[in-house]
Nanobody, 112 residues
Framework: EVQLVESGGGLVQSGGSLRLSCAASGFTFSSSVMKWVRQAPGKGLEWVAL????????TYADSVRGRFTISRDNAKNTLYLQMNGLKPEDTAVYYCAWASNRGQGTQVTVSS
């Protein structure tokens, strides 16, 4: 059974930082391209960042490039998202995703 469990969300002031984690199990994590997506209140899913299997290849949405960093630890089957310079418009539920699977999400709220 595929399991993706996100953690690390919370309430932070504008300009602050958070680090999200996603513990993965039930599939071969080290061979899997992983993504972070988010859903803001009343909006659809938005792709945030993608990382290749070794971690060498990363891509970002324009809205987060230069502020967010996606990384992974294949030995720990864990995906990360370091978020710096947070803005109120980053407020959303953040999900890690593999193929068509995603976790339950972690809430990130940025106050102005």
């Amino acid at each position: 059974e595929v399991q993706l469990v996100e953690s690390g969300g919370g309430l932070v002031q504008s300009g602050g930082s958070l680090r999200l984690s996603c513990a993965a199990s039930g599939f071969t994590f080290s061979s899997s391209v992983m993504k972070w997506v988010r859903q803001a209140p009343g909006k659809g899913l938005e792709w945030v960042a993608l990382i290749g299997t070794s971690g060498a290849r990363t891509t970002y949405a324009d809205s987060v490039r230069g502020r967010f960093t996606i990384s992974r630890d294949n030995a720990k089957n864990t995906l990360y998202l370091q978020m710096n310079g947070l803005k109120p418009e980053d407020t959303a539920v953040y999900y890690c995703a593999w193929a068509s699977n995603r976790g339950q999400g972690t809430q990130v709220t940025v106050s102005s």
